[in-house]
């Protein structure tokens, strides 16, 4: 990772400029062209985290398991939930990565 730090006030206003539906356009072609690559990476994170070891297959057999429908649609909602968030804050490392790798090949690239 990158040296620098941020402020907490700097990232609050990192976060409201993206919130510029153009600038966060920008990103997400830059994402999509990414995607195969960062699905690898981020199915390697989950993995070398043991995120789906045998409790996350234990979770999804504890939920198909219940047998009351509306019980067993909040239980698959939370789980999903809960899988998204933790995808998220590893896609939030992953892009903070790729942007300081983006960074320090740009300052490569200005100084020949």
Same mark, same amino acid.
């Given at each position: 990772?990158?040296? &620098? $730090?941020?402020?907490?006030? +700097?990232?609050?206003?990192?976060?409201?400029?993206?919130? *510029?539906? #153009?600038?966060?356009?920008?990103?997400?072609?830059?994402?999509? &062209?990414?995607?195969?690559?960062?699905?690898?990476?981020? /199915?390697?994170?989950?993995?070398?985290?043991?995120?789906?070891?045998?409790? &996350? +297959?234990?979770?999804?057999?504890?939920?198909?398991?219940? %047998?009351?429908?509306?019980?067993?649609?909040?239980?698959? @909602? #939370?789980?999903?939930?809960?899988?998204? $968030?933790?995808?998220?804050?590893?896609?939030?490392?992953?892009? =903070? @990565?790729?942007? *300081?790798? =983006?960074? %320090?090949?740009?300052? /490569?690239?200005?100084? *020949?």
């Amino acid at each position: 990772m990158a040296e &620098h $730090r941020y402020s907490a006030e +700097q990232v609050d206003a990192a976060v409201a400029a993206i919130a *510029d539906g #153009e600038r966060f356009a920008d990103a997400q072609e830059v994402v999509t &062209h990414a995607a195969p690559g960062l699905q690898q990476i981020l /199915g390697a994170a989950l993995d070398a985290g043991g995120f789906f070891d045998s409790a &996350h +297959q234990g979770e999804i057999a504890r939920v198909a398991a219940i %047998t009351d429908d509306q019980q067993r649609r909040v239980a698959l @909602a #939370e789980l999903v939930a809960e899988e998204s $968030r933790l995808a998220m804050l590893i896609g939030v490392a992953v892009g =903070l @990565a790729l942007a *300081d790798e =983006l960074g %320090t090949a740009s300052e /490569g690239e200005g100084s *020949d």
